[in-house]
T-cell receptor
Framework: GIQVEQSPPDLILQEGANSTLRCNFS?????LQWFHQNPWGQLINLFY???GTKQNGRLSATTVATERYSLLYISSSQTTDSGVYFC?????????????FGAGTRLFVKA | DAGVTQSPTHLIKTRGQQVTLRCSPK?????VSWYQQALGQGPQFIFQ?????ERQRGNFPDRFSGHQFPNYSSELNVNALLLGDSALYLC????WGEGFYEQYFGPGTRLTVT
């Protein structure tokens, strides 16, 4: 089945720094989402981005479907950005589609 | 606009017991998916329900079963609980389109099996 790899696995930043998180996938996908999981376990939607580029405040994302990767950019990081960032892809499966998550990037932003 | 809700928030069960978790989808959504998230890992897809039928299933044993009701809410049942079933169980809802849809997650149910 499709493999989803995220890098780096862990990231420590000083408040105000910028960062780039990467998601590679091994086969064609129909859909890709980025999520932020807060310390209480809630998955918060960041981007629904099967292709192209989107921006939302200090966050932006780019998916290059033909090259099977997506990038999440965090600029001017804040302590509240800490948590785990997941990418999830929707891949074709017999009779429909399945969602596969990467293992996540654990981000800690120091004050 | 209410988001995805799940109940209960926390649950403690004993090995061998059975458990039922509940999910109400976001308004306007008709598809519910369930995920298991073990500590330190990404969510793993269990199954998906649409039109009251299981449409897709991940690599989970038959001890995991589900149901979707006419109002689109859903239940996840786990029989013969094992210690390894301890995890955060997440429900996601979406609108069934032509294969392209955005999922929204509930706060999860944290299950501990002792």
């Amino acid at each position: 089945g499709i493999q989803v790899e995220q890098s780096p696995p862990d990231l420590i930043l000083q408040e105000g720094a910028n960062s780039t998180l990467r998601c590679n996938f091994s086969d064609s996908v129909n859909n890709l989402q980025w999520f932020h999981q807060n310390p209480w376990g809630q998955l918060i939607n960041l981007f629904y981005i099967p292709s192209g580029t989107k921006q939302n405040g200090r966050l932006s994302a780019t998916t290059v479907a033909t090259e099977r990767y997506s990038l999440l950019y965090i600029s001017s990081s804040q302590t509240t950005d800490s948590g785990v960032y997941f990418c999830a892809v929707e891949a074709p499966s017999t009779g429909g589609f399945k969602t596969i998550f990467g293992a996540g990037t654990r981000l800690f932003v120091k004050a | 606009d209410a988001g995805v809700t799940q109940s209960p928030t926390h649950l403690i069960k004993t090995r061998g017991q059975q458990v039922t978790l509940r999910c109400s989808p976001k308004s306007g959504h008709d598809t519910v998916s369930w995920y298991q998230q073990a500590l330190g890992q990404g969510p793993q897809f269990i199954f998906q329900y649409y039109e009251e039928e299981e449409r897709q299933r991940g690599n989970f044993p038959d001890r995991f079963s589900g149901h979707q009701f006419p109002n689109y809410s859903s239940e996840l049942n786990v029989n013969a609980l094992l210690l390894g079933d301890s995890a955060l169980y997440l429900c996601a809802s979406s609108h069934w389109g032509e294969g392209f849809y955005e999922q929204y997650f509930g706060p999860g149910t944290r299950l501990t099996v002792t």
